[in-house]
């Protein structure tokens, strides 16, 4: 119960589901999805550890960058069911439409040098 529980409190915040959604175009970076959401860096990486913790999101260091990922479900079959879903779910919602339309082309060496 409480695995499931974790995993459905992860996805109770919309700017949660905006990095689910964001994630399933490319892995991308805390400057990335900063930028992507025009949240602050503690909140995009809190929202980040929120959804490591119930399984949903994955990390990987690459010198100075941590690159993260959707996770591959492994670790919880209800974070592999929701984001096998969340794959079909909200692509018609105009934000999330416009959020994933413009993923491809935010670029962390764009972000920091300005």
């Known amino acids: 119960m409480k695995s499931f529980v974790k995993v459905m409190k992860a996805l109770s915040d919309p ?18 999805l900063q930028g992507a959401l025009y949240l602050a860096q503690p909140t995009v990486s809190k929202h980040l550890k929120i959804l490591e913790e119930a399984g949903l999101v994955d990390f990987r260091k690459d010198g100075l960058w941590v690159n993260y990922f959707l ?9 592999a069911n929701l984001l096998g879903n969340l794959q079909h779910w909200l692509n ?7 959020l994933m339309k413009r993923a491809p082309f935010i670029n962390r060496e764009d972000i920091c040098r300005g």
């Open 71 to 79: 996770a591959d479900g492994k670790s919880s079959p209800y974070a």
């Open 15 to 32: 700017n949660r589901v905006k990095i689910i959604k964001l994630l399933q175009v490319k892995s991308m970076c805390v400057c990335e």
């Open 92 to 98: 018609e919602d105009l934000e999330i439409a416009e």
